[in-house]
């Protein structure tokens, strides 16, 4: 309209405002990280020490690592419930591989493979027959997890070659302390979030999740999207998988057991809404380390681990209702 | 066999029928009436859980956390023998229910009041109620000895050559299907997952919906609680481990929508008959317990193949000539 | 006692951005059929949702005969003798005809228990009342678009309502099952029964109304006994102005043809449509909702495949197999349900209008903003967007200018063939204008432009010709200088007057 009438002038960004920053989510999380970093301090002496905290990390960075695809398919309103039963069964594939005589670097491949084979097939199954994720994942939990089991009853595999437990139990650099599966994650966060929020493969993402039907009516092919991020999820879990079995050297048909939860948890917490097109990487960042360290200082002082997982399910479901009333307090009002 | 394909309850009953006469002919003592009773038994805990998160899935939920419910409300059950071994029976099994309805109520309240995701709520409370056994009873188990024999009995008590865990299970299902077929409130359930907005415009009110279906979930999952408790002799917080899932694939198995709006008693029973049918079988087929999970996995993702088959919808009808195509295909 | 069986007085309702109706009065007689008229968006879709219940209003009473009542759930409506059968039937597909009837007021027995026998005998009963061929028994999915309004129909009659409020009932039924539909308004007009009809048909709304009411952008803009206006009075209330002045339409030189389709079908939404595009050209497209319009564009675009059928773009002949292909050929879709099909309500005004277009802000492997920036900028500019700023969710803006932005989003794709599939439903008048100045200028510039419209004003007012559509095929066509609003409309709807 080039004779128009009077415009009204659009800026280019809303205007800086503190209130914004702080009713973020990650803002939140952020002084909730810092409140647990406090906390641990206080209830134990042994909690602020670099040794400890490193230590700790082995035993969420490999859940972490799969809380990062993870969150991409909850953003487009799907979910994976088998990515413990990947673990397992490409635990179980090393470790029959391990017995034929392959080396480290061999089993390593075998694992990502197979966790990505698994993710492709749910993948398809969701995809190509457009059956509800949901419904597909608990199916593949049971068949990947009994697959296991199948094979390995209630036995175990030990043997590995020398150097495959480098990479699980090893540290990447020496001072400060930090572990391989750790670094991994931390370089695996960068590229999600810049694939997230940089690019155009993560815009694409986040109109798939707020609309699927707008989506794909603006020419977005959303079934291959959810392929890709559906193999994605397998292949983490694979890579999941090599580190675990590295780090403890043996697998079972139970490895893993009820991890799924934790890595849901983490995504949750992290600010990933489970109605699709909201979250972001730093979120799902900060809630592994709130889960961690929580984990951490509460073990120090002796909880035991079932109570602990008490406390998680309680702050899942808080993590959610707390976001909900401070809106309905605040009178905004959903359509 | 069109008949068969529309009517999945028959189809299904005949496969159950099919596989139960197989397994009969490999190893008669399958078949034997003793066996078929016990193999109901030991379904029945299924049966009841089954009906129950059918009826949540009806409403387009979903309830994972009730096999944890089912192990605490045990526990506490379980706890009160231990103390009280003399009390009467319908003691124990109050207990139990009470602790499920109230654990049932937590979920279904904060899913319709403040609108909770049904899987993120749920997802919580699996992992809270597994975790209060353990904070409850301080890791310990109770045993079958320090239980008392009202408390164990009761469930195999024999009624007509079946237990009475068999009969609990026969009238809950009548009333499940008296509720669901012959009440407002139990059409109401159809109704609200099949098209929510419809439901809104009859006055059908989802958020008590929601939280009634709950709560009836939690109470299954107390009743069940006593009832495994008592039956396998053992409360710790291990129990029912993973039993979610296969309560939920024994509905995907009865044709289930995880969609809302579809699905019945009967089909139900028959999905939770299969699993049933299957866990038995294995021994006498001389397989490894171990293909269970494994088996199951693959019937679900076969069931809800066939479930996705049936529900596929084709375009709108606007050409005359196939509008009439249509009509005649029904007629 | 008043013979107005319900009454609204000075009603309003606003939502966050929008005024949806604005101190609106009217009373519905018993015995009578008041027609409620006005264009998409002036507030009638509101007055039927604060009437059953779903809307409370800010501020005015309602009043059922004289008492002053507050709907605060579709329930209490219910209770007070209201019925409504909406535009698109909503009901239980997997549940029977009569679970269909009385849902929400099943009849029980003294158990408590839902009295079947009852039940069926008395939908049997209303449906032998409306000359349904069908059984109570039947499920619903098994039932046709006009059956499935008679079930609502039933509904409203199983609970004796005083009060019937009928949304554009006739828009996806045949001309008989339209003349069945009227035989049942007079039955239920002669009971006493007040009917508030709302419909675009003219020729229904001075054969079936006593009196009408006139909205206009959320006001009441005249009303009284249909007999006091004549069609093009009603015409100039609802648009506010006589109508030719409202689309100046441009003079502009039509070039060579760049889309030509040839007996594009469908197994059972449209069969053999053959028609030509060329370039500056806007071709209108003009049906009853239910036409198969909708459902040609969605197929030009890739969403659905043909059976049979070949389209030509630019003289190639082109692949219908996804949108991604469509797109990459030059053609865009503006669908119809912006809220589902064209809107990311939660993207920012930036992040929708590159959507399509992404891929021309990469730079090595990422998404440049201030390349991003200026093309919103210069978009939302030339379209004239009204917001605060660029990054504000869609969410938060108008219907009209979300609707400038989703156009936005497809132009940024450089078209050469733009469909628009009812640009400008449910927005406001302001940026209506926008809108039908911005297709004219569209045209202007070399794009072709395909118009799909319910609204005769806005499709004569711009289009070169006119193809009408019925039941899954085009009926006619019609070419600028030779048409007149009647014969589209008989054509569309079949009448036996049609030329």
Known sequence: MSNATQRTEVLDREPFRWSNLFLRWEFILALLLIGVMVMGTVISKYFLDIWTLSDATFNFSEKAIIALPMALLILTREIDLSVAAIIALASLAMGLCAGLGYGPWALAA?????????????????????????????????????????????????????????????????????????????????????????????????????????????????????????????????????????????????????????????????????????????????????????????????????????????????????????????????? | MNLLLKNRELALALIVGVMITGIGLYAPAFVSPDNLAYVLDDTSILFMMAMAQMMVILTRGIDLSVASNLALSGMFSASLAQNFPELPVIAYIALAVVSGTLLGLFNGSLISWLGIPPIAMTLGTLAAYRGLIVVYGGGNQVNASEMGDIFQNFPKTPVLGVTATFWIMVVLAISFWIFLGQTRTGRGLYAVGGNPVAARYCGVDLKRQQLLVYVVSGAIAGLCGYLWVARYGVAYSEIASGFELTVIAACVIGGVSIAGGVGTVVGTLLGALFFGVIVNALPVMQITPFWQMAISGAVILAAVMINARGEQRAGKLILPEARRAAAGGKA | M???????????????????????????????VTALVGENGAGKSTIVKILTGIYTPDTGEIRVRDAVKTFASPRDSWSAGIAAIHQETVMFDELTVAENIFMGHMPVKSTRLVDWALMKAEAAALLKRVDAGFSPDTKLKDLSVAQKHLVEITRALSHDASLIIMDEPTAALSRNEIDDLFRIIAQLKAEGRAILFISHKFDEIFRLADSFVCLRDGEKVGDGPISSVTEAKLVSLMVGRPIDQVFPKRDIAIGETVLTVKDLSNATEFADVSFDLRKGEILGFYGLVGAGRSEIMQCLFGLTQPIRGTVTLNGQSIKLTSPEQSIAAGISYVPEDRQHQGAVLDLS????????????????????????????RSLGHRLDVRAAHWEQRLADLSGGNQQKVVIAKWLAAHPKVIILDEPTKGIDVGSKAAVHEFIGELAEQGLAVILVSSELPEIMGLADRVLVMKEGRIVATFNRGSWSAEAIVSAATGAREAA
């Open chain 1, 110 to 335: 075998i694992g990502l493979v197979v966790g990505l084979a698994c993710g492709v097939f749910n993948g398809l199954l969701v995809t190509k027959i457009g059956l509800p994720s949901i419904v597909v994942t608990i199916g593949t939990m049971s068949l990947f997890r009994g697959l296991a089991q199948v094979v390995l009853g209630d036995q175990a595999i030990t043997t590995y070659p020398a150097g495959f437990s480098t990479l699980g139990q090893g540290y990447l650099i020496k001072w400060p302390p930090i572990a391989w599966s750790f670094a991994l994650f931390l370089i695996l966060a960068a590229i999600f979030a810049v694939a997230l929020h940089r690019t155009a493969f993560g815009r694409r993402l986040y109109a798939i999740g707020n609309n699927p039907t707008a989506a794909k009516f603006s020419g977005i092919p959303v079934e291959k999207y959810k392929l890709v991020l559906f193999s994605l999820t397998g292949l983490m879990a694979g890579l999941a998988a090599f580190l675990l079995t590295s780090r403890i050297g043996s697998t079972r048909s139970n490895i893993a057991l009820g991890w799924e939860l934790d890595i849901i948890t983490m995504v949750i917490l992290g600010g990933v809404s489970i109605a699709g097109g909201v979250g972001t990487v730093g979120g799902v960042v900060l809630a592994v380390f709130i889960l961690g360290f929580a984990t951490l200082a509460l073990s120090l002082i002796n909880v035991p681990g079932i109570v602990i997982s008490v406390l998680m399910g309680l702050l899942l479901i808080v993590s959610i209702a707390v976001p909900i009333m401070i809106r309905r307090v605040m009178g905004f009002r959903g359509v």
């Open chain 3, 2 to 32: 008043s013979p107005y069986i319900l009454s609204l007085f000075n009603v309003s309702k606003s939502f966050p951005g929008v005024r949806a109706l604005h101190d609106v009065s009217l009373a519905l007689k018993a015995g009578e």
């Open chain 3, 349 to 376: 005004i930036r992040e929708n209008v590159t959507l399509v277009s992404i891929a021309q802000h990469v730079r090595g492997l990422f998404l440049n903003r201030k390349s991003e920036l200026d093309a919103t």
